[in-house]
């Protein structure tokens, strides 16, 4: 692997081409037709690049709906290098950033400011995932810094109805309309410079609370397709009733414990009903974070692990393809990450992500349909996938655990935690 060639991270952002310029828009129309976005712009009347655009991230409709709000301007997206994979070059010309997800990485800093400096919008999706469950992930601690440092106008750009839509665990469209979006003004350039970057921060988590769930329901939009609970125990891993965990599972509308046998129903207005005795949580995000509940305090008790999983870890050096890098074990306990194995040529690989060094993670459920599901670490010059079997597990849980212990390490060592997380 080590004459593999890299993704050159380097290369400078590409101004939008002007050939595509006009099909950019032409390609979302359909969708934003079909879902009816109502879009409200909140002190951005007039206001022309360069600015940095914050947004939310719960579904692909994300880019369409902002296209919308920032035309007929140019702009640059920060994207993950597997949205890269096999069309790298029509990704550049449309004026994509390609970044290694929950990594420290300067030379983006540097094409962000080449990027205003060119008068076009900095598009930053500061969550780095989809949702989970339709709620605000965890945003990161140099987020206001960024903010200081482009010199720019922030705005943000938050949707409304994209995870009920289409959410992370399931992502056959539902056809939700309308959905929703505000584009707000948060910071001129004069603002930034006297205010400090902890209250940056701080007003970029009250700009980024949203609930999907609690949306749909205020606004009485029902979404009678019915598998629409399929999916939803990769996120609701442990049984409230029972407090088993990986042994939830789903079926058409119905999700159940395989363990104490506890259904629940989840209605067309995404709620969740026993259909006998307690129900523990009608409200999905509060299970969710019930269960974050549950992994801080063994991370407080200092007992958090996952144990050795055997694993299978495909490598993403540059955008052409997966390589498959063999087999290992992943431990994912109170010191962190550690992948080990060997690959196909006989020789070791190693990945140790201590707890300070991650914030957060990306995961994925069912990765493109027949690969499973995955923990995806990265160093500035791969990306791991890396698929748990063969013991029960949870990368939900792995994902949460994450960003407790990191929290724990800061409450610790007296540093600042990230935005939203504390």
Request: aromatic share 10%; net charge positive.
């Amino acid at each position: 692997m080590q004459n593999i060639e890299r993704f050159d991270m380097a290369a400078p952002p590409m101004r939008t081409r002007w050939y595509l310029r006009p099909l950019i828009p032409l390609l979302c129309l359909p969708d934003l037709i079909r879902h009816r976005v109502r879009l409200t712009r909140v002190g951005v009347e007039g206001l022309k690049p360069p600015y940095l655009l914050l947004c939310n991230h719960n579904a692909f409709f994300d880019f369409k709906v902002a296209t919308r709000a920032i035309w007929p301007h140019r702009a640059n997206y920060v994207v993950a290098i597997d949205g890269f994979i096999g069309r790298e070059g029509l990704l550049r010309r449309v004026g994509c950033i390609c970044k290694r997800k929950f990594t420290r990485d300067v030379t983006l800093i540097r094409q962000l400011r080449r990027t205003v400096q060119n008068g076009d919008v900095a598009v930053v999706y500061p969550e780095a995932r989809y949702s989970l469950c339709g709620t605000t992930a965890v945003l990161p601690a140099s987020l206001g810094k960024l903010c200081r440092l482009l010199g720019v106008p922030v705005v943000t750009l938050i949707c409304h109805g994209h995870h009920v839509n289409a959410p992370f665990w399931n992502l056959h469209d539902r056809g939700v309309a309308p959905t929703e979006a505000e584009m707000t003004l948060l910071y001129t350039p004069e603002e930034l410079n006297v205010t400090p970057v902890g209250e940056i921060n701080r007003r970029l988590v009250e700009a980024f609370r949203y609930d999907d769930f609690r949306w749909q329901k205020e606004r009485g939009i029902r979404t009678p397709y019915k598998k629409r609970a399929e999916g939803l125990h990769k996120v609701l891993y442990q049984c409230p009733s029972c407090r088993t965990e990986f042994r939830m599972n789903s079926e058409g509308t119905r999700l159940f414990c395989e363990a104490c046998g506890k259904r629940w129903e989840m209605t067309e207005l995404g709620e969740l009903r026993a259909e006998q005795g307690e129900t523990e949580f009608s409200h999905i995000p509060d299970w969710y974070e019930w269960e974050r509940a549950n992994v801080r305090d063994e991370v407080a008790r200092g007992v958090y692990s996952s144990g050795e999983l055997p694993v299978t870890v495909d490598s993403l050096p540059n955008a052409r393809r997966f390589l498959r890098l063999g087999e290992g074990t992943l431990i994912h306990d109170m010191t962190g990450f550690t992948v080990r194995g060997v690959d196909g040529d006989g020789e070791p690989f190693e990945m140790v992500k201590p707890v300070p060094s991650l914030y957060s993670c990306h995961i994925e459920y069912e990765y493109l349909g027949k690969f499973g599901d995955c923990v995806d670490l990265n160093t500035l010059q791969d990306t791991w996938y890396i698929y748990p079997h063969g013991k029960p597990f949870s990368v939900t849980k792995m994902a949460l655990a994450t960003e407790e212990l990191y929290f724990a390490h800061c409450r610790a060592a007296g540093h600042p935690c990230p935005p939203g997380l504390a």
